[in-house]
């Protein structure tokens, strides 16, 4: 354990309540809107959705992909190869993954940094520079679909 931190503000003196969080290990930034967009909408199963909050839970440090195969992660998620693959497919043609790289036949995923990241926001900023926003479609009142892109909405309804 390293020493207590004492925070004081600079214009009164007073001591200024401070607690660490009570994460175990590790913890990122989430964009709280986009993943209520997935897990409300009806384009996503229910294994879709498990997979997302799964690559959030795994998010590594800045942009390094996950570097496991889609064997791997079936064992831990409990889903056949196949239908991980399947699945992150998905998720790579709607950018909630991005592809950053490959060993052999094997690609390396990571979920995009406008759905989660583990770092800085100055590293966020200038993580989303190297790739395009997610398309994710919401569910709309009356059955309309809007889609969060782009850092906007579409409103229900409209094109």
Avoid at 6 to 19: K, P, S, W
Avoid at 105 to 131: D, M, V, W
Wanted: charged share 25%; glycine share 10%; aromatic share 6%.
């Amino acid at each position: 354990m390293g020493a207590a931190r004492r925070l004081v503000d600079a214009d009164t003196g007073e001591a200024i309540q401070y607690a660490s969080y009570a994460f175990t290990g590790d913890h990122i930034q989430v964009d709280r809107a986009r993943v209520a967009a997935i897990t409300e909408s009806k384009d996503f199963t229910p294994s879709l959705k498990v997979m997302v909050l799964w690559w959030i839970g795994l998010s590594l440090q800045g942009m390094a992909p996950l570097r496991a195969t889609g064997a791997d992660i079936a064992k831990k998620v409990g889903m056949t190869a196949d239908a991980v693959g399947k699945i992150n497919r998905k998720l790579l043609k709607q950018r909630i993954l991005i592809e950053r790289g490959r060993i052999g036949n094997c690609r390396l995923y990571r979920i995009s940094p406008y759905i989660a990241f583990h770092g800085t926001g100055i590293e966020q900023r200038e993580a989303i520079k190297t790739c395009n926003p997610p398309d994710i479609p919401r569910a709309c009142p009356m059955g309309q679909v809007t889609r969060l892109s782009a850092g906007r909405s579409v409103q229900c309804g409209a094109g």
